[in-house]
């Protein structure tokens, strides 16, 4: 039986994918973006976040496919009726790939959508665990610029754009994510970047997700200084703006 590292179940999610999902948070992640807003995640270790209101939480445990799968099934009535499903978000959840892939595939055989949202910064091999279990996949495109990939979010562009190609070859949904990231990759030279490699890698669908201080919390509950914490999250007007660049290239939403 498979073990896997989980954060926490989010159940009645409405924001990670289509219809009404539960999310499963799997713990662990290999990249470090300063501006992340599930910081509890990024570690594999089990956290306790102490809030100042006195409130304590504590994320990670290892569960067995089945306790998750006996878990998310009990909403598959809701999933039916809305369109809605499983996602795996993170962290990192293709770091789990092999364990996460006989959840998948058992979600699958019911009949369940199932989505992985990812940073696309893993070997292929881990995208195979899974690819054919997998409806969507939600993948994050932080920059165009190899530099910046490396020294601010630690993470390979070569390898997340060739996974990004090889997902859309192989005809799968992939909804490409773009964090609006004051000041990292929201000036309209980055914007035409991005969109190149992103039209060379055929992609269809961009969501851009504006950068929000709402985790801030969290930062102050694990006892770390949240870099971005003075950092204002983009104008509405200026949001408008980006999405108008990338209308001409893609289907945008806003989340
Ligand atoms: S990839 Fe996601 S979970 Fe990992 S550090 Fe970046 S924002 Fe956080």
């Known amino acids: 039986m498979t073990n896997l590292n989980v954060s926490c179940i989010q159940r009645f999610s409405t924001g990670d994918g289509p219809g009404i999902r539960t999310t499963v948070f799997l713990k662990g ?36 496919a089945d306790e998750i ?13 809305s369109g809605g499903g499983v996602t795996f978000s993170g962290g990192e959840p293709l770091l789990q790939s092999k364990n996460l892939s006989e959840l998948a595939k058992a979600l699958k055989d019911k009949g369940i959508s199932v989505l992985v949202d990812t940073a696309g910064c893993v070997p292929w091999d881990n995208f195979e665990d899974v690819i054919c279990c997998t409806d969507i996949f939600f993948y994050d495109y932080k920059t165009a610029d190899e530099v910046l990939c490396k020294t601010v979010i630690n993470a390979d562009k070569a390898l997340i754009l060739s996974n990004l190609k090889r997902l859309i070859k192989e005809n799968k949904t992939v909804h490409v994510r773009i964090p609006l990231i004051p000041g990292f990759n929201e000036s309209a030279e980055e914007c035409e970047k991005i969109i190149k490699d992103l039209t060379e890698s055929g992609v269809k669908y961009v969501d851009l997700l504006p950068f929000h201080r709402l985790g801030s919390s969290k930062y102050e509950a694990m006892g770390l200084e949240y870099a971005y914490k003075n950092v204002t999250p983009p104008k509405k007007e200026d949001i408008e703006k980006i999405k108008s660049i990338y209308e001409k290239y893609f289907t945008v939403s806003i989340e």
Request: glycine residues 4%.
């Open 69 to 81: 799968f006996d878990d998310v099934i009990e909403d598959i009535d809701f999933y039916r009726e």
């Open 29 to 64: 992640c290999n990249l470090k973006c300063p501006w992340c807003h599930n910081p509890e995640n990024i570690s594999p270790a089990p956290q306790t976040l102490c809030y100042n209101t006195g409130k304590k939480i504590t994320y990670g445990k290892m569960m067995t």
